[in-house]
């Protein structure tokens, strides 16, 4: 299984940024996905989550910027950042809570991590 994560990059504050990232592999269900961030000398902390049935759990540091989706179809999680702020200049890493097998357990697998840069 691989969690492909893009969409980082470097944008000026006020701007936005949409993050993907696409799960792959030998999967049967995909239970909750999300976005965490760790920002240098920091703790990785959650930005966003969402269950297979659409509902969604936000930081405060982020309720009304962003806005996290997903596709079942396509086992893909996005995440829509507006009005960004320097302090949200981070390494962005996906998550998702599956299992490979009907039978299986569920278990914990992460994206390598897309850089976002809030600057000027």
């Known amino acids: 299984v691989q969690l492909q994560a893009s969409g980082g990059g470097l944008v000026q504050p006020g701007g936005s940024l949409r993050l993907s990232c696409a799960a792959s592999?030998?999967?049967?269900?995909?239970?909750?996905m999300g976005w965490y961030r760790q920002a240098p000398g920091k703790q990785r902390e959650l930005v966003a989550s969402i269950t297979s049935g659409g509902s969604t759990n936000y930081a405060d540091s982020v309720k009304g910027r962003v806005t996290i989706s997903r596709d079942n179809a396509k086992n893909t999680v996005y995440l829509q950042m507006n009005s960004l702020k320097p302090e949200d200049t981070a390494v962005y890493y996906c998550?998702?809570?599956?299992?490979?097998?009907?039978?299986?357990?569920?278990?914990?697998?992460w994206g390598q991590g897309t850089l976002v840069t809030v600057s000027s």
């Open positions: 998550k998702a809570d599956l299992r490979r097998s009907r039978f299986g357990a569920y278990g914990s697998y």
């Open positions: 592999g030998s999967i049967f269900s995909i239970n909750d």
